[in-house]
């Protein structure tokens, strides 16, 4: 909504996507500037007004030039006495006229820089403030730069995408502010208060005020920085060749395999969309908590194909954290507003329903009837310059393990929520897929199938479990996710044997190191895998 308003007034020219985004806030600040508001980017009650009266509002168009210019040049008492103080202070050497002109906004500007504030020339409410104690608000932030000058390029980062105040605000030895003026010119008392930083999805915002830092508590930020890590590399194999062997499950690849590009197919796991065409030729397959409690395949395919895969749903945030250590490209029916281009950020392509790579199926229907054919997919992607590498590194240690460190074991129950369960047997060849599915309605086992375009079905399988267990968020977006930078716990069940382990990534580049607990890697066997990322608030259950 507030993008059409500002679209339709001229302030906005970009796309219009719902998200309050860097874009959204700079056209709002433009309009604020030019109606005579404070400029803070902020939907206060002035702005809102503003915004729906439509009759007197100043649009941004060139018919408006000379109106905004007589705006300007008008005089103000209240700026006349800001003048005075700036005066006062000796950055300010013009004329008492209450009139904005480009000595005032310099001296607010160098007024802002010595009293630590975001340098914008706007007198708004921090910088009246600050003019009230004049001097007493200078700091000095030579101590502080020096000691992030080391971090500067992270530093730069958090700033730019922080919806509050610069860091470089923060000074512990300023003393604290006991009040404000709001925008009437009033002095508003307020109980002192230090700043604080909170913390959230690695972004960093400073809080000035007890209301403000319950408003950041509130929408889930925290007081507690989160955990970086540094990326670690490409993990050690046994007996793998880069080319020869598949860098998704460590099998030798037929010399004749379609194996230009990694494609990560969404996969729909409502109960409408079961059985699946996909999951049983993929080459690996991982399945990621969404919304509802329910789950979602992402079916990889490197060296195999199938011209029948489906159902296909939207990508999710998860999606491309996997896809991005195989160079790979995440094929979906589209996306929540604003996700697509967080996903290509990461670095991972995204192609979306189109003709003739998809198409639908009479025998369901939408949403859960969209499929498509891996072959005109990987023509696609070659065709768009998706292509990042010749030979995608492996995603996990392959190689024989120790298997002196294993023990017998057959049966593993995941838990993803309170509506989803699944559950791997093995029956001496294979695992078997059973899951329980709360909108079933029905039994807590129920085997899940596969079902191909002639018709023939079976029970999914795979060779090999492997059961990461993630830290779980809610994503901007209102979003559940999982989190696959970081360390956790690994569960790896082969042969009919399990070994409890852990995983470790220090950012989207890498693949899955699976370590013991002193680091040493821990050799998974080549097979085809079935990836699941469990949320770490619940516990698996095994046989014995």
């Keep these: 909504m507030l993008q059409i308003v500002l679209k339709n007034y001229g302030y906005y020219e970009l796309k219009i996507d719902g998200q309050f985004g860097p874009a959204s806030k700079s056209a709002l600040k433009n309009f604020q500037t030019e109606n005579g508001l404070i400029s803070d980017g902020i939907i206060g009650k ?47 050497s013009g004329a008492i006229d209450g009139i904005n002109g480009t000595n005032t906004k310099n001296a607010i500007k160098e007024f802002q820089k010595k009293a630590g504030l975001s340098v914008d020339g706007v007198l708004g409410p921090n910088t009246l403030a600050a003019l009230e104690k004049g001097v007493e608000s200078y700091i000095t932030i030579d101590k502080l730069e020096s000691s992030t000058t080391d971090n500067t390029e992270s530093s730069s980062n958090t700033i730019s995408t922080s919806s509050a105040l610069d860091l470089r605000n923060y000074n512990p030895s300023k003393p604290c502010v006991d009040g404000y003026v709001d925008q009437n010119g009033i002095w508003i008392t307020d109980p002192c208060f230090y700043p604080v930083f909170v913390y959230r999805f690695g972004n960093t915002a400073q809080v000035n005020s007890q209301n403000e830092l319950d408003a950041y508590l509130g929408d889930r930020w925290s007081l507690e920085r989160e955990k970086t890590y540094n990326t670690i590399g490409p993990v050690s194999t046994i007996n793998y060749i880069n080319g020869v062997h598949s860098p998704v499950n460590g099998l030798k690849m037929p010399s004749n395999a379609n194996n230009l590009i990694v494609l990560g197919i969404k ?9 699946q065409s996909g999951p049983q030729d993929a080459d690996a397959v991982f399945e990621v908590l969404v919304e509802g409690g329910m789950t979602r395949f992402i079916n990889v395919f490197y060296e195999s194909d199938t011209n029948y895969h489906g159902p296909i749903r939207s990508a999710r945030p998860t999606d491309p954290t996997v896809l991005r250590p195989l160079g790979g490209v995440l094929v979906a029916s589209g996306a929540t ?50 292509k990042k590498v010749d030979n995608p590194q492996p995603l996990f240690p ?5 298997y002196s460190l294993w023990s017998p074991n057959s049966y593993i129950k995941l838990k993803f929520s309170s509506q989803t369960s699944t559950m791997w047997t093995w ?24 079902i191909n375009s002639s018709g023939n ?9 492997i059961s990461l267990f993630c830290e779980p968020y809610i994503h901007p977006l209102q979003l559940p996710s999982v989190k696959t930078v970081g360390e956790g716990r690994a569960i790896v069940m082969h042969n009919g044997k399990i070994l409890d382990a852990y995983w470790k990534r220090g950012s989207n580049l890498d693949p899955f190191h699976i ?20 949320p770490s608030n619940f516990l698996p259950t095994f046989d014995n």
């Design 398 to 402: 392959w190689g024989t393990p120790n």
């Design 337 to 386: 507003g604003g996700l697509i281009p967080e996903i290509i950020d990461i670095g991972v392509p995204v192609i979306t329903d189109r003709r003739p790579e998809f198409f639908r199926i009479s025998s369901r229907r939408a949403p859960h009837n969209l499929y498509a054919d891996t072959y005109k997919l990987k023509q696609l992607a070659i065709s768009k310059g998706y």
């Design 427 to 450: 029956n001496g060849n294979t695992y078997l897929r059973t899951y329980y599915d709360a909108y079933r309605g029905s039994s807590t086992e129920v085997p899940h199938s596969w």
């Design 457 to 465: 079905s079976s029970q999914i399988s795979a060779d090999t479990i």
């Design 515 to 534: 370590v013991d607990q002193n680091g040493n890697t821990i050799y998974i066997p080549p097979g085809k895998p079935w990836i699941s990322l469990v």
């Design 46 to 92: 002035n702005t809102c007004n503003s915004l729906f009266d439509k009759k007197n509002v100043i649009k941004n168009n060139s018919n408006n030039v000379v109106l905004n210019t007589e705006k300007i040049q008008k005089s103000s008492e209240s700026l006349k006495i800001s003048q005075q103080k700036l005066k006062e202070l000796n950055l300010y």
């Design 267 to 275: 996969n729909d796991n409502n109960v409408n969309a079961r059985p």
